[in-house]
Nanobody, 123 residues
């Protein structure tokens, strides 16, 4: 059974950092992504990482580029989202997602989802 379990969310102040974790079990995937959803807003793409025999590639939304970093620890089958210089507009529930092949910025392309972890950034 595939499970994605997020952790690491919390309440921080503007400019602080947080690291989210997504522990995957049941299988490994070629692509993992982070999405986020603020109240009354659509779930939006944040970052993705795709693995191939040549290595890994990362992708970011423009709103987080230069502040967030997605990475993976293969030994732990865990994906991370390091978030620096947090802003109030980063406040949302953050979801980890996985898909078997390829990378996508579209949430409906992902087959597996975690339950989400709340990030709140106070001004």
């Amino acid at each position: 059974q595939v499970q994605l379990v997020e952790s690491g969310g919390g309440l921080v102040q503007t400019g602080d950092s947080l690291r989210l974790s997504c522990a995957a079990s049941g299988r490994t995937f070629s692509s993992y992504a982070w999405f986020r959803q603020a109240p009354k807003k659509e779930r939006e793409f944040v970052a993705a990482i795709m693995f191939s025999w040549t290595g890994s590639n990362t992708y970011y939304a423009n709103s987080v580029k230069g502040r967030f970093t997605i990475s993976r620890d293969n030994a732990k089958n865990t994906v991370y989202l390091q978030m620096n210089s947090l802003k109030p507009e980063d406040t949302a529930t953050y979801y980890c997602a996985a898909r078997e092949y390829g990378v996508s910025r579209t949430r409906t392309d992902y087959d597996y989802w975690g339950q989400g972890t709340q990030v709140t950034v106070s001004s």
